[in-house]
């Protein structure tokens, strides 16, 4: 080995990108580039009776597609967070179908609701895991609930032990379309919806509509709102399943011959969206419709649903549409009437008529997509553009315009504000 920096310094680097196969290091002057190759890939199962699973019938039903983490299928203990009323109505069917496995439980109850996304259910999950002393590699978590315990459980999985892969079990509509399969997980903080999370999808899912029999008929619309969302956005398709079978979607509880096509397409549409773009590089986002004024109302009116706020986001941007002659008329009012009259969802609430609350979500969007609105307004069922020019005295308009329409689709369509949630009130007049 030479001394020269020809000689000695070429040398070394060769080795040292011989040493990190698989991990290219390229030196150029001062800088030394490190770039990984890792694949990440994460998989959603819908599995038709997951209670009623055995290894004769589902013998790989917990195995992670991960090499990594070839040993999580193995038995043995698991730490579940769970949402306290799942483990009420679900609990023993659980424990049993884990014991069919190997596994056994050690129950982190959570209580359910947006109030229990916050660094203080952090701190006391995080304490519990850690005393647990599991191993990261082969005892994944399970994490069994709607979007609330689940996004804060994503949380806690994706920083013990720095990663420990997570497996799961969406309950509500609104999980299984959506917040169980996505990429983000998080905690609200000092008034601000997800302050702390991070991009980790849970490594498997698994899905099973059966939960959803217990849901109430606001739940699932809620959760229609967010599949509703994927079909305006993405699929005209998926749209005419809503609009011809939302009704008994909702009225069956999504116990229908028909349910398990639409959330199948409304995962294939959330998951190609996030393949390419799991850390949001882009960010311009078809799933980013009904999110405009969603993360700064949803803090103030608790008494109104994720999914709820989804669909009047979605109908004010519908009107946007239509006074700029993006959408036609008779396109604009079928969706009103699917979101309010079939799906039974909210169109409109007072915040609406706040400039304030307007004004607030106009910037809060725009600082979280780089400085521009990136606002996607429909130009046909399944067809968007991105906007960046909508000022608030344009929403006010269509706020105006909205608030009239819902009135005239019914008593749903227009709701009363709940008590504001002071923790998180950031100063709304
Ligand atoms: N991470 C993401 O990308 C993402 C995407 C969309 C939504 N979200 C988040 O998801 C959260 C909302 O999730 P959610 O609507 O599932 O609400 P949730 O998790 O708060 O659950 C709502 C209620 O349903 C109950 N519940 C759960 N499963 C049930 C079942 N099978 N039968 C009867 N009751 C049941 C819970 O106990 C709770 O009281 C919000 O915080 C939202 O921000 C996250």
């Known amino acids: 080995m030479g001394l020269c920096p020809g000689g000695w310094l070429a040398d070394a680097r060769h080795d040292l990108e011989r040493q990190v196969r698989g991990m290219p290091v390229t030196t150029d002057g001062d800088r030394i580039t490190a770039t990984a190759h890792e694949t990440l890939s994460w998989q959603v199962r819908l599995v038709d009776d997951l209670l009623g699973a055995t290894p004769a019938t589902l013998p790989d039903l917990f195995a992670l597609a991960d090499p990594i983490y070839a040993a999580a299928s193995q038995p ?5 967070i769970i949402d306290r009323l799942v483990q009420k109505t679900y609990g023993n069917a659980l424990a049993a179908l884990w014991s069919n496995y190997g596994i056994q439980p050690i129950w982190l109850p959570v209580r359910g609701g947006e109030r229990s996304k916050s660094l203080t259910t952090y701190n006391r999950l995080a304490t519990q895991l850690v005393k647990l002393r599991l191993d990261r590699r082969s005892q994944p978590l399970f994490l069994v609930g709607g979007g609330s315990v689940g996004d804060v459980g994503a949380f806690v999985a994706a920083t013990l032990g720095r990663y420990t892969p997570a497996v799961r079990i969406p309950t509500t509509l609104l999980a299984m379309a959506d917040a169980g399969i996505a990429a983000k997980n998080g905690v609200n903080h000092a008034g601000k919806k997800n302050a702390f999370g991070t991009y980790d999808p849970a490594s498997l ?27 305006l956005m993405e699929s005209s398709a998926l749209w005419s399943l809503l609009a011809d079978h939302g009704a008994a979607l909702r009225k069956t509880r999504m116990q229908h011959p028909v349910a398990r096509d639409v959330l199948l397409r409304a995962i294939q549409i959330m998951l190609a969206e996030l393949s390419d773009n799991r850390r949001e590089p882009r960010l311009t986002r078809s799933m980013d ?53 079939t799906l039974r969802l909210p169109l409109w609430h007072p915040l609406l008529a706040d400039d304030d609350v307007l004004a607030h979500a106009c910037d809060a969007t725009t600082r979280h997509r780089g400085g521009r609105l990136r606002l996607p307004l429909l130009v046909g069922v399944g067809e968007k553009s991105f906007y960046d020019d909508v000022t608030v005295s344009e929403a006010r308009g269509a706020s105006a315009a909205l608030r009239h329409m819902a009135a005239r689709l019914g008593a749903r369509a227009a709701l009363r504000p709940g008590p504001l949630w002071a923790g998180a009130y950031w100063g709304v007049a």
């Open 76 to 80: 043995g203990q698991r730490a579940v």
């Open 289 to 341: 419709g009904g999110h405009w004024i969603t993360p700064t109302c949803e803090l103030l009116d608790l008494s109104v649903w994720h999914g709820e706020w989804v669909a009047i986001d979605l109908a004010l941007c519908v009107v946007l549409a239509l006074r700029r002659t993006l959408l036609d008329a008779d396109v604009a009012q079928h969706i009103l009437d699917v979101l309010g009259r």
């Open 205 to 231: 899912v698994l899905a099973c509509l059966a939960f959803c029999a217990s849901e109430s008929k606001r739940r699932i619309s809620n959760g229609l709102a967010e599949i509703a969302k994927a079909a």
